[in-house]
Structures are given as structure tokens and as C-alpha cells.
């Protein structure tokens, strides 16, 4: 009788595919990562929420009597994860099953289909960082040529209260760390239970605090061609937490730019005369020089601004200041006049290097509806689910298999990240 394989076969291809596609995995295994059963239905939406930590500001007397105060406010702010579309690569059944069954090369095969939906997901993910982090270390469109320049991002990390639990990462293009290999040393020993590719990736496991590693994933963008890039606040933004919380995200009027000048996503707008604060003790970000860090926030979305340079600019990592407020994050508010400037050079490409905390972003992994065919679900340890499935198309009168990923993306907190220059 003739070998069946049908009944179990898309458990096999699972098994085949779930674990090059987590060893091909470098950006998304150092975030936040789940998976979201039960939070996503026909009701929620395509959204779901993550809630943030409160904070409180304290009061200082002598004899302990804080009657004549009052209680910090209760303000609990969320995080939304926003379902994105599917990643799906296409197999011919005969093929996969082949490569399955009758001992072609099958590690080959399956590898190659995992890497394209770690690369498709990587690369748009990569988009989501770089678009989403507040922190700026370096001078925009300065190359990164040294370790102190690497260094120089941990220091503003820590500065800026990221925690230094061991979970904070860096990653450059491969150019970049061919530079870094002229002066590099033994920097710290890799961990041999990493998988394949985040191993390989790793040029040290602990360099300023830091996990630093290569990635070809990184995302760039292109400035306007309009030349002037400097401009103002045209009306006192709202510096509220309770506005803030929810989107970690700050509308900016602006006036006086370029006319017709064209906002990119990932540029970074500089307010003069704000600077930022640490975001535990509160106290003023103090560089090397001894100067204040001037508030910066990278831009979330493309906008065009109208002939007379006018427009609405939205900034991940809002400047907030309120009085004796838990959460500021400068130490004075900004106001209308201030000056405001999009960093770096018009008609440029850019491709900064990414700094995070692990707790910076979240990827949730969507379970994904079983179709009217033969389904299996392969999760990783760490939530990431894929569905493989195996069913006829009627119409092409062939057999497929396809498997599935669907994440969703979440800003768990802009200020654990940032774009990194030398």
C-alpha cells in the first residue's frame, strides 16, 4: 500500500517551518513579544490595549504631616497594538510535500520560507521602531565610526532613565560594524543558546550596557527637497499627561517652514530652549559637555505643510510639563514662537541605527481563524504563532499550502528608544 502523509502533514510542515523561522529572528526577539489569544474578536476591533505604569510625585516635610497636601493624581495611561496585515508566503503542495517526505533537501526549503516571513516581518517593523522612538543620540546624518559613538546612545538611555536590567539592545547596519571591526576587541562573550541568526547577528553581548548586533532590516527615508527646515510653534501645544497617555504621541502647530515642504516619518523635530529630563529622579538630561539635552521627538507620519509652511506635526515622545507634574518629560513647557527645527539635511537618505529597551515595543502575535482546509497552529515559545495550511484552489484547479503570520504592533514606551548617530 502506498505511503499517505495527508492526514498529518500540515502538523509536519509546522514542525519543519516553526524552527528556522524562529532562529531566522533578530529584531523581533529582542521586544516585548506575545501571543493574544482571547483579546482580538469581532467586537475589539483591530486593536487591543496594554496598560502603562502609573508614577507619583512624593512630598517633603519635616514632621511627616502631609495633611496640608494633596494626593497624586491616579492616571493610568494605555498602550494600543494595532493589528497589521497578514504575511503569507505561497507553497505548491507537491513541492513542499517532497521536500517533506520523500528526503529532498528539505532543511533548505523550509528555511528559505521561514526567512521571507521573518524578513517581511522584520523590515516592517524595523519602520514601526524607527518611527516610534524618542531618544536621539548623536548628530543626525553623522555616521557611527567608533565604540564611543555606540556608547554615547547607552549614556543617553540611562540619562534618560531607561533601566539598566541587561535588556537593552543596538543595532547598525552591516557597514557600520565592518568600521566597528577595525577597533573591536572581545566585547563580551555571546550566549551559545541564542538562535542561528540573532547569534550571528550579536557583535557583543554587553558593550555600555548594551547587546549590540547587525541587522540588514533597518529602515530608511528620504527628506523633502524643500531646503528650509526651520520654523515655529504656532500655537501652545498640549503638554498634558491625561492627553498623552494613551498614544504617547504630541500634536505641534507649526508656522514658517519651507513652503510646501514635505514632513518624512522618522525625521526628528528639535524644540530650542525645551530640554529633557530624566523620567525618574525628574531632574535636567546633562550631556558630556555639560549643556542640557534639548527636547527632541521623531515624527510618526508623513505631512505636507501648506504653501506658507504651515501645518500639524505629530511627534512620538511628547514634551510634557505640568506643574509638580508625575510625568513631565522637559523641564518647561513649550509655548508658541518657539523655534523648531527638522533636524539633518533636505533631499537626504537616511538610514539612523536603532537603541531600545526590550519594553520599548511589543509585537503581539494574532491567532489567526482555522480556513475550511487541513489547519495547524505552531506557536514559539515567546508567542509567535503561525498557521499553516494546506487546501485546494478551485479555480487554478492546483493544491496549495500557506502559511500565515499576523502581527500587531505596540509603542510600550517611546522614551526606552531612540535613533542613534554618530
Same mark, same amino acid.
Given at each position: 500500500m502506498a505511503n499517505s502523509f495527508k492526514s498529518n502533514f500540515t502538523r509536519k510542515l509546522a514542525e519543519a517551518v516553526l524552527d528556522p523561522f524562529d532562529s531566522e529572528r533578530v529584531l523581533s526577539k529582542n521586544v516585548n513579544t506575545q501571543l493574544l489569544a482571547g483579546q482580538f474578536n469581532a467586537n475589539s476591533g483591530s486593536n487591543v490595549d496594554f496598560k502603562r505604569p502609573t508614577d507619583y510625585v512624593t512630598s517633603r516635610t519635616s514632621d511627616g504631616d502631609i495633611s496640608g497636601g494633596t494626593a497624586s493624581p491616579i492616571i493610568t495611561g494605555k498602550a494600543t497594538g494595532t493589528v497589521q496585515?497578514?504575511?503569507?508566503?505561497?507553497?505548491?503542495y507537491f513541492e513542499a510535500a517532497e521536500a517533506l517526505e520523500m528526503g529532498t533537501d528539505k532543511s533548505r526549503f523550509f528555511k528559505d520560507a521561514a526567512k521571507r516571513v521573518v524578513t517581511d516581518l522584520e523590515v516592517d517593523f524595523a519602520g514601526f521602531m524607527r518611527k516610534n522612538s524618542g531618544l536621539l543620540a548623536g548628530t543626525v546624518g553623522t555616521a557611527v565610526t567608533s565604540w564611543s559613538d555606540v556608547a554615547t546612545a547607552g549614556a543617553t538611555a540611562v540619562s534618560a532613565g531607561v533601566p539598566s536590567d541587561g535588556n537593552?539592545?543596538?543595532?547598525?547596519?552591516?557597514?557600520?560594524?565592518a568600521t566597528l571591526a577595525d577597533v573591536q576587541r572581545s566585547l563580551g562573550a555571546v550566549d551559545p543558546l541564542v538562535s542561528e541568526a540573532h547569534k550571528e547577528a550579536i557583535i557583543s553581548n554587553n558593550f555600555a550596557g548594551?547587546? =549590540?548586533?547587525?541587522?540588514? *532590516? %533597518? &529602515?530608511?527615508?528620504? !527628506?523633502?527637497?524643500?531646503?528650509?527646515?526651520?520654523? /515655529? +510653534?504656532?500655537?501652545?501645544?498640549?503638554?498634558?499627561?491625561?492627553?498623552?497617555?494613551?498614544?504617547?504621541?504630541?500634536?505641534?502647530?507649526?508656522?514658517?517652514?519651507?513652503?510646501?515642504?514635505?514632513?518624512?516619518?522618522?525625521?526628528?523635530?528639535?524644540?530650542?530652549?525645551?530640554?529633557?529630563?530624566?523620567?525618574?529622579?525628574?531632574?535636567?538630561?546633562?550631556?558630556?559637555?555639560?549643556?542640557?539635552?534639548?527636547?527632541?521627538?521623531? =515624527?510618526?507620519?508623513?505631512? *505636507? %505643510? &501648506?504653501?506658507?509652511? !504651515?501645518?500639524?506635526?505629530?511627534?512620538?515622545?511628547? /514634551? +510634557?510639563?505640568?506643574?509638580?507634574?508625575?510625568?513631565?518629560t522637559v523641564a518647561s513647557a513649550p509655548v508658541a514662537t518657539d523655534v523648531v527645527t527638522l533636524l539633518g539635511a533636505a533631499s537626504t537618505l537616511y538610514q539612523p541605527n536603532l537603541f531600545?529597551?526590550?519594553?520599548?515595543?511589543?509585537?503581539?502575535?494574532?491567532?489567526?481563524?482555522?480556513?475550511?482546509?487541513?489547519?495547524?497552529?505552531?506557536?514559539?515559545?515567546?508567542?509567535?504563532?503561525?498557521?499553516?495550511?494546506?487546501?485546494? &484552489?478551485?479555480?487554478?484547479?492546483k493544491q496549495i499550502v500557506r502559511i500565515d503570520l499576523r502581527p500587531a504592533y505596540a509603542v510600550l514606551n517611546p522614551f526606552f528608544a531612540g535613533q542613534a548617530w554618530g
Open positions: 496585515d497578514y504575511i503569507t508566503v505561497e507553497l505548491d537593552l539592545n543596538y543595532a547598525v547596519n552591516p557597514f557600520t560594524q548594551m547587546k =549590540v548586533m547587525t541587522a540588514t *532590516t %533597518l &529602515s530608511s527615508y528620504t !527628506t523633502s527637497s524643500v531646503a528650509d527646515r526651520v520654523g /515655529a +510653534i504656532a500655537t501652545n501645544p498640549d503638554v498634558t499627561y491625561a492627553t498623552a497617555k494613551d498614544t504617547m504621541t504630541q500634536t505641534i502647530a507649526v508656522n514658517a517652514f519651507g513652503n510646501n515642504l514635505v514632513v518624512k516619518a522618522g525625521d526628528i523635530l528639535q524644540i530650542t530652549g525645551r530640554n529633557r529630563l530624566n523620567m525618574n529622579t525628574r531632574q535636567p538630561m546633562i550631556n558630556a559637555a555639560g549643556s542640557n539635552v534639548v527636547f527632541t521627538g521623531v =515624527v510618526t507620519a508623513d505631512v *505636507t %505643510l &501648506s504653501g506658507t509652511g !504651515t501645518g500639524n506635526i505629530v511627534i512620538s515622545g511628547p /514634551a +510634557i510639563y505640568e506643574a509638580a507634574g508625575a510625568y513631565n531600545w529597551h526590550k519594553q520599548a515595543f511589543s509585537i503581539g502575535s494574532v491567532p489567526i481563524l482555522k480556513l475550511n482546509s487541513t489547519d495547524t497552529l505552531a506557536t514559539t515559545e515567546d508567542g509567535m504563532q503561525l498557521r499553516v495550511s494546506m487546501g485546494s &484552489s478551485i479555480r487554478e484547479n
